[in-house]
């Protein structure tokens, strides 16, 4: 899967941003794709996951304040993010998984396939 992560910028605090993952060889519909992070000097850390089914999950620190969705028509998945914080600075990486263990979405081990990044910064 060939994946291609947009969307990211310079954005103030309170602000919004909305990240675009897109593949052109793939349907990312079949797949399980999930969002990542990591900034610098720390972990790849899991942000949110939407699977095939439908399942969505987000990790504990921008629940209500990001939703993540599919467009099936648009073969894209995106990440609305609200409310930014500066601590939300980071590079944000989507990644696919044909199969998905949920209960350990987080860990990027399981994701066959990343896209290039995108970076976002929250800063005044």
């Known amino acids: 899967v060939q994946l291609q992560a947009s969307g990211g910028g310079v954005v103030q605090p309170g602000g919004s941003l909305r990240l675009s993952c897109t593949s052109s060889?793939?349907?990312?519909?079949?797949?399980?794709v999930g969002w990542f992070r990591q900034a610098p000097g720390k972990e790849r850390e899991g942000v949110s996951c939407?699977?095939?089914?439908?399942?969505?999950v987000y990790t504990d620190t921008v629940k209500d304040r990001f939703t993540i969705s599919r467009d099936g028509a648009k073969n894209t998945v995106y990440l609305q993010m609200t409310s930014l914080k500066p601590e939300d600075t980071a590079i944000y990486y989507c990644?696919?998984?044909?199969?998905?263990?949920?209960?350990?979405?987080?860990?990027?081990?399981?994701?066959?396939?990343w896209g290039q990044g995108t970076l976002v910064t929250v800063s005044s």
């Open positions: 990644a696919t998984a044909e199969t998905l263990v949920w209960t350990a979405w987080k860990d990027w081990r399981q994701y066959d396939d």
């Open positions: 939407i699977g095939s089914s439908g399942t969505i």
């Open positions: 060889r793939f349907t990312l519909a079949a797949y399980q």
